[in-house]
Each structure stands twice: as structure tokens, then as C-alpha cells.
């Protein structure tokens, strides 16, 4: 029998975690020919989550925890709940339930279709702001355009993945990792199928709209060069201006003279190209900010606790 891991990030979820493995294992009871197994990882939540995973565990022989030592964030804990996976599939959710268990048959069908990933995207987006989900869709525009990778507007981190694909992505090991587009980057053949959202009912969410915004910058900086280059142009464009009104402003001083006046035109160029500079410092030093964090070279999660043993893991 096939083995499905099923990866959950979690962080201060004590409430919605009883009730996620429940309505989980309700799905998992109706799909016949394959073991599951649940990777929990608990990343340093500061409620009783942890406790919440041991009674889970005591009760469920294939509940298995990670628990680090503090908050890594969720893409360390999806990373995390990788390494520690051995199944033939892998799916990676939310704790939370807004990512239905009731797909799974067919993202299973999916990948059993010959597909090494079974993607999901979010069809409508009920229950978020006008605000945020213009945010969401400004990013994904810009992210499309500018990198190399490529996805849907909309796409979350619920899919399931072939042994080989989650191989893949375990073996890009940069400490500040960006799933979406790592997901993509490795390549393979994903499906992508529509869900529809569903608001959370317990907790609440742990992004904040600054929190937001980081995340996108992180994701255009992670995948691509562009604004550098854009930078570089723009400092050519002004230069190729700048000299052009050089040689306007010379011929005209040799032809009528100095001319005195010319406070304002000076105090725009200060204050415009003082401007371009600071964005430009700016802009490089995100990315070199990412190459210091890099070049640290630490490891992206610390474990405190767990209950998988390399030698039992397998019997539940
Ligand atoms: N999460 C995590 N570490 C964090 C923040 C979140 O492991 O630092 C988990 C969280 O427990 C949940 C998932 O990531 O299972 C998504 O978080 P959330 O529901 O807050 O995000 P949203 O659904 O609003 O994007
Ligand atoms: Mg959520």
C-alpha cells in the first residue's frame, strides 16, 4: 500500500488541530488503498500546541510531531515536515481548514494520473478584504512578470507531491525559503484545480498586511533580478538625460551667458536624483541583506522535540 505523508505547518493552533485531524481522518476513512500519516510540525508556538500533538499522538499511531525550539516561520516548517517524510506522496496544508480535507481524492487522482503535483488555487477569495486581495493580485501579476517562475493567482500551499518532487525541492537548502516559487522552480508537470476558500473558523490568521508585503519582496528578490536591472537602466536613463541637458546648459552659457537664476532646477535635480540614489541603495541592499543571510549558511530549523524514530516510524 502507497504511503501519503500529510505535512502541516503549525503555529498557535491549539484549537482548529483536534478538529483538523477529526474532519482529516473522516476523508482519509473513505479513501481506500493508502496508509496516511500525519507529520504535525510544530513551529514554536507559544500556546498549548504542542500538547495538543502528544494527546494526538497518544490516541493516533500515525500522528507524528516535530517541534522546534522556537518560531521559524511556516516555510521552515513545511520544510521540516519534508525531511521527516517518506511517503510515496506528500501533502502539504494548512492547520487551519481552509484548506478542505475533502480534496484529497482528487488530488490524489491527480498525481495517480501520471502528474508529480497536484496543485490547488483559490477560486474565490470570500472573507478577505478588498484591499488584500488587491495586494494578492498586484503580487501575482508582478511576480509572474518579473521571475521565472510561473503560477496562478491565487495559489496556495496546498498540493500534494511525488516522492520525487518533494527530493527536489529538499535539496534547495537556502535558509530564506519562498515555497510558491520554490514550488515551481523545480519543474515537473502540476495540475492545478480550483477550491473554494473557506474562511477560518478558529483562530486567527497570523498574517498582517506588513507581513504581507514583506513576504512579496521576499518572493521577487528570491526568484528574480529584475528590480537591479531596472535600477541599472534607470541610472543610464538619467545619465543620457543628465548629459543632454549639459550640453543644452553649456551651449546656452557660452551663447548668452551665466546665467543667475536656476534655483529651482537645481533644487530638482538634488532632490530627484538624491531620490533614485537612496532607491537604488535601497534595492541592493535587500539583496545584499539575502546574500549576508545566505552566506550564514545556518541551518533553517532547530528541533526540540519529536516523536519520529528513523527505526518505528513506519509502524503505526
Ligand atoms: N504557520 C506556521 N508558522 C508561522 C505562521 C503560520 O507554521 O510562523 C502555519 C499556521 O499554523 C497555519 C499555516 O501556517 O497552519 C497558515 O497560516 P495562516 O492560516 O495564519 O495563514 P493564511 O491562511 O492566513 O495565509
Ligand atoms: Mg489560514
Redesign the pocket.
Known sequence: MKLIDIV??????EEVLPLFVSETNTVIDTISGYRFRYIL?N?GSRDRTLDVMKTLASRYGNVKYISFSR?F??ES?MYAGLSASTGDYVIVM???L?HPPAMFPQMIDGVEEGYDCCALYRAKQEGESRLRRFVSKIFFSFQNRISDVKMPEGAVDYRIMSRRMVDAILRLTEVQRFSKGIFCWVGFNTKWIEYKNVE?TVGT???SLWGLFKYALDGITSFSVTPLRFIAVLGFVISLLSFIYIIITLIQTLIIGVEVPGYVTTLCAVLFLGGIVEMSVGILGEYIGRIYMEAKGRPIYIVSETNIDDRSDYNF
Open positions: 502541516v505547518p503549525c503555529y498557535n493552533e510540525v513551529d518560531n516561520g511556516k516548517a494548512d492547520a487551519d481552509q477560518r490568521t497570523k498574517w
